[in-house]
């Protein structure tokens, strides 16, 4: 199952097995089904919390803040050498 944001949301049509997060409807009362829909929206974030502390931890080194202006080749290297560092940090062994 993909957890998505908001800003993936036609993503429903291309992956099935994707959620995202219900839209609020705009100056009106909540009622029941509205309700049961924040309770889901946080459920949904509370979920996707773990993933936006892991791309925030990528976002450190400079290369994935800029735009890539080098190989395209070499791009997936160097994205998962990124990653093994954070992963490695996360599990303590690398850390600061």
Known sequence: QILADLGYQGIKKICP????P???????SLTKKEKQ???ENKEHSSK???IE???TKIKVFKITKYPYR???????LR???ICAIVNLDNKGLGGS
């Not at 097995?17 to 995202?20: K, V, Y």
């Open 17 to 20: 097995n994707s959620t995202t």
């Open 22 to 28: 219900n839209k609020r409807a705009k100056n009106t």
């Open 37 to 39: 829909e924040k309770q």
């Open 48 to 50: 996707r919390i773990m």
């Open 53 to 55: 502390q892991i791309n």
């Open 70 to 76: 080098n190989r395209r080749k070499s791009f997936g």
């Open 79 to 81: 994205m998962k050498l």
